[in-house]
């Protein structure tokens, strides 16, 4: 409270703050703790506490000492961080990092205009839990964290602070921490657990997985998004995946002979060098199986039910495609250079574009009509 204090005595002096403050005052004190027997010791604008006890009673509630600025930066001060005490000297705030904010905070007396707590210590409204080991590391130049510390907690502290040496440590110590990244591919016994432990109804997305080299023979794989997933030199054998999503997908190498792709969507997808030897594209409801874009170049698709199936831009050069079902296939753009089409049936299929260059048309099963002129 501000109470005017006129020409008395520290009796009457006394006798006015019990009666303002409500308690029976015995000693005044000055802002630096020191016991005040004389009114004429006081000044204008003073900030004084009174105690209705010893003055040697209870020193853990007296305002905390501080020593001047001697200029050498070594006199002691106290911290109040987020509640939590922490009594250190000026020179390990301002001597390990100049450029920091702790430094320019204490570099100079109440230079920030620092707030203080009724005992004195200076207000820092931060994590203690976080700013311990930053300190800590200002007075003996090592990064020491107890257990249970989060290392993210105390690089966003030493970050705010501005402690440049010791995000370095920081960033350096959770990268060690981290596990190491599990690369290694995914079993065909893995897989099936993982099958088995996943409701028929809820759809299982295995995007950017690593099955490479697995064995996925004679699997139910239905409408799994397989998109953008490794599975280059796998046996694909006789597996079911019809109406999958293997977009952007590795193929390359694989074995899916006998597989069903009804409805598959495979765009952008590379299986370069794989086997699809008699594989079914066909879906008898209509929906068509889309492999636009796809790098299929060298594949063995003989015999394979491919009736509407859209390769639009795809790479089937040196391709095997001996008679494979190519009904109203969308082959614009296609590059089919030196693949064999012999036996084929390709009635109604769209060609505009196509690049034709040494295929072999053999014993083809219909007519072949072109849209336009093959390059």
């Not at 911290?79 to 320019?104: A, I, Q, W």
């Not at 090592?142 to 402690?163: C, W």
């Not at 591919?185 to 409701?199: M, Y």
Request: hydrophobic fraction near 35%; proline fraction near 3%; charged fraction near 25%.
């Amino acid at each position: 409270q501000v109470i005017a204090v006129y020409d008395s005595s520290i009796s009457d002096l006394l006798s006015l703050a019990s009666k303002k403050l409500g308690i029976h005052a015995t000693n005044v004190y000055n802002d630096r703790g020191g016991h005040i027997d004389d009114i004429a010791l006081i000044r204008d604008n003073d900030v004084l506490y009174v105690s209705d006890g010893d003055p040697c009673a209870d020193d853990l509630e007296m305002p905390l000492v501080h020593e001047p600025l001697t200029g050498c930066h070594t006199d002691w001060l106290t911290l109040n961080v987020g509640g939590k005490y922490f009594t250190t000297t000026r020179s390990t705030l301002v001597s390990k990092e100049p450029d920091s904010m702790l430094s320019h905070m204490f570099s100079d007396r109440d230079g920030w205009g620092n707030k203080r707590d009724h005992r004195g210590a200076f207000l820092i409204d931060r994590s203690p839990e976080y700013f311990e080991p930053i300190l800590n590391y200002l007075r003996h130049g090592q990064l020491i964290v107890n257990d249970g510390v989060n290392l993210l907690g105390v690089l966003e502290e030493a970050k705010f602070f501005g402690i440049d040496s010791l995000i370095e440590h920081l960033e350096l110590a959770i990268k060690n921490s981290q596990p190491a990244e599990d690369h290694s591919p995914i079993s065909r016994k893995e897989f099936i657990r993982f099958l088995l432990a996943t409701p028929t109804k809820s759809e299982l997305r295995c995007q950017g997985l690593n099955f490479s080299g697995a064995d996925l023979s004679r699997l139910d794989l239905r409408y799994i998004n397989f998109k953008m997933a490794n599975l280059s030199g796998c046996n694909l054998t006789q597996a079911n995946l019809c109406g999958s999503c293997l977009e952007r997908a590795d193929l390359s190498g694989s074995v899916l002979d006998g597989a069903n792709l009804q409805g598959v969507k495979m765009l952008c997808s590379n299986a370069e060098g794989a086997s699809l030897i008699g594989c079914n594209f066909e879906d008898p409801s209509g929906l068509k199986a889309n492999l636009e874009g796809a790098n299929l170049k060298g594949v063995d698709m003989e015999g394979s039910q491919m009736t509407g199936i859209n390769l639009r831009v795809a790479t089937l050069k040196n391709a095997k495609l001996k008679n494979c079902n190519l009904r109203g296939a969308t082959l614009a753009g296609t590059d089919l250079e030196n693949c064999d089409l012999s036996g084929c049936d390709l009635q109604e299929a769209n060609l505009r574009g196509s690049n034709v260059k040494g295929a072999i048309f053999e014993e083809m099963l219909t007519p072949l009509h072109m849209s336009q002129s093959v390059r």
